[in-house]
């Protein structure tokens, strides 16, 4: 069998596997949830045996301690993982909710109800708790999961993917609902792309390269957010000291993810008032600042000039561009123009002004007087996270169980034909 | 100016208006809709005499009668097209809708509102009421529309275009809300499904040519349906009579559309008693049947042999492929293989049954007891249809105003920071 009649029939074997987890009652998918939960922790020494050796190839390649950090499996991840799963069996279970419900003037009882979306496919880098976290949400949402881990955490990835695997043929759930792809082979995965008969999603992970890469070699639909170029904007009715706290917290606290701030938009009035402090504070915190004309002028520090390119930057690093503007409305235009439509932040004591920001700023997630650090599954109670959609189909924001669903319409009949 | 920077700054103009389309209230939306529905009728001469060139030119080309009827703007059809715009004004606006509201621990209180989805582009043939029907659910939900019809229609097209166009600019909904492409420029129309940053979404409502055109030449969301091949499965447990009523109603009361049933499946302990009665109603009312081998010895007539290529046709057509199946697993299994997960209907008096069904089978609509016919916006009381969606994600089945929209979040906060 070459490999593609091998991911042919993995593609298979998942899509019949995923219709019979579709009407697994939940109290058993949770029973497996739990079950896989406790497997990780009682086979914690073969988890950290294997992942040794990713980390010996990965510092062979010199890889960066950041990814490295990433890699590595300690007590405390393996438990977290552990805890991921066993917290996924707590949720509600969104397979069956009733959505909707209408009877007809012709009798006809029309319900509309969710269903799972069928096969997910999930590529991701480095992190091994990717694999267990993503499988416990997709069984519980009643998919199948086809998984395809990064190369640098073959080993890992794999040792993962055996104890759950091993533990879900102890129960009533169709091994064939987890599937694991090599991740060596990356024309496997591309050739897994192209089976739409039997995928129904994608879901990449990880860098901006590779979210392009399976948009542009896949007819599935894919959920993914490209950028996090988040805003914060300073309105001449803000709150100061809040927003100094906002945007020190949106910048600085972890600025490597999606929802941190890059762009720190102030209204010329407050500017005066409000740039110094805080290029200063940002300063002290080892941010970079890139500043318009006027902040320059206003700060009198020598800080670089931001350029066109850097309104349209996602740095995920400890650097922010700074912009004064003189209306309401310019903010809005910079925010649709140059944002990523992931989250954007007003702070502003004027609820008119709060009003007209949240109509007309056209992103996923708006925030009035909060930092938007809180874009995030959890953060938003949705007690899991599968990813942040930036597209406007389907899901935006954060993604968790009814995000990996779909619905259909039940409609129950005395024998009634059209006319 | 060339073409393509002709589309692009129409879709710019497109994209601008609908964000302040966005929040412009539904008392003046409904306004604009009524004057737009008087103005059709008041302008019927205009109308009428442009649509004549069409008819010349259709005439001399010899299309078929079917396709000249489709064309045709008679009396009639301008006042369901008025119809249509004044009724779209008394639907319920789903902008601004809060789906959900919810507070954090943290005292962050969030709210998912429904929003328009921005821009729609809509890929039409022949019928020129879909100007004016997509036109008004487009500006109802708070979107621009950008329009194409057929080369066929283009006189008809233009002038229904003008019509609300000239009407929209007494308005104060900016009249770049709606566009129309030019219909006899296939290239300009390639180009548009290039502008992904502008178009949030293109619907083709056609023949299966233009729908894969469009799928596979744009990196643009398509909301779509590539077939209606239905099924409708008479269990042994059936009320043979209501299944005879519906299985005739779901072939002939209109054969030509997606929603018609294509296949039915019987199985074998009531076939004997049902196929020879329905086969003979179905050839008296001119349909085709080709029936599988156990079919044909059981009608007991010169039937033509179904083919495997039977299973997976939609005919449009008075032709019906017939199938007797041993058990109900056997009809699910045949329905996903060969089906097109539109709309599929089992006629059973036995409840756990229909549940199986209901579960088993992945398709938009499930029908217990009712002729598939019913898959219809307006049917389903939505008061209006943009389309039938038989993919997963988005929008599923009938789609109307709602499924127009997408949703942000609002999150309220008294200077929340994350920890």
Redesign the interface.
Request: with cysteine.
């Given at each position: 069998m070459n490999s593609e009649q091998a991911i042919t029939s993995m593609a298979q074997s998942a899509q019949k596997a995923g219709?019979v987890l579709?009407?697994i009652p939940t109290s058993k998918k949770n029973h497996a949830l739990r079950r896989m939960a406790q497997a990780l922790v009682r086979h914690q020494d073969y988890l950290t045996a294997e992942n040794k050796k990713d980390l010996a190839g990965a510092q062979s390649q010199n890889y960066s301690k950041a990814l490295i950090d990433r890699l590595t499996l300690t007590e405390k991840i393996i438990n977290e993982m552990k805890n991921c799963l066993s917290d996924t069996a707590k949720l509600k279970d969104p397979v069956g909710q009733v959505m909707e419900s209408?009877k007809?003037p012709n009798g006809?009882w029309?319900q509309k109800i969710r269903v799972p979306?069928?096969v997910v496919a999930i590529i991701y880098e480095s992190r091994p708790n990717v694999t267990s976290d993503a499988i416990g949400l997709c069984l519980k949402s009643g998919n199948a999961a086809i998984l395809k881990g990064g190369r640098e955490a073959l080993y890992s990835n794999q040792a993962v993917f055996k104890i759950l695997r091993d533990e879900l043929s102890k129960t009533e759930i169709p091994i064939d609902a987890i599937q694991l792809l090599p991740s060596d082979d990356r024309r496997a995965f591309g050739f897994l792309l192209k089976l739409d008969k039997y995928v129904?999603?994608v879901i990449p992970r990880g860098g901006e390269e590779l979210i392009h890469f399976v948009?542009?070699n896949t007819?599935i639909?894919v959920?993914k957010h490209y950028q996090g170029i988040c805003h914060t904007y300073v309105s001449e009715h803000a709150?100061l000291n809040?927003a100094h706290?906002?945007c020190?917290?949106?910048k600085v606290?972890?600025p490597g993810v999606c929802n941190a701030m890059e762009t720190m938009l102030i209204h010329k009035d407050a500017a005066l008032r409000f740039l110094p402090v805080i290029v200063e504070d940002m300063q002290k915190a080892g941010v970079e600042i890139r500043g318009c004309p006027l902040t320059r002028k206003i700060v009198k520090k020598a800080i670089k000039a931001a350029s066109e390119k850097d309104w349209d930057t996602e740095y995920l690093d400890l650097i922010l561009s700074v912009k004064v503007v003189d209306r309401l409305e310019e903010a809005i235009d910079h925010i649709?123009t140059h944002g990523s439509h992931h989250s954007d932040c007003i702070v502003t004591e004027d609820k008119k002004e709060a009003k007209q920001f949240?109509?007309?700023v056209?992103?996923?997630?708006?925030?009035?007087?909060?930092?938007t650090?809180?874009?995030d599954g959890h953060?938003?109670?949705f007690g899991a996270e599968i990813g942040i959609s930036t597209?406007?189909?389907?899901a935006?924001?954060p993604m968790a169980l009814n995000e990996l669903t779909?619905?259909?319409?039940?409609?129950?009949?005395?024998?009634?034909?059209?006319?």
């Open positions: 219709r579709a009407s209408f007809r006809l029309i979306l069928g129904d999603v948009a542009e007819r639909p959920i709150d809040m706290k906002i020190m917290n949106a606290q972890k649709n949240l109509q007309s056209d992103s996923a997630c708006l925030y009035v007087n909060a930092s650090r809180f874009t953060q938003f109670g597209d406007k189909l389907h935006r924001g779909t619905y259909k319409y039940l409609v129950f009949g005395k024998g009634q034909i059209r006319s």
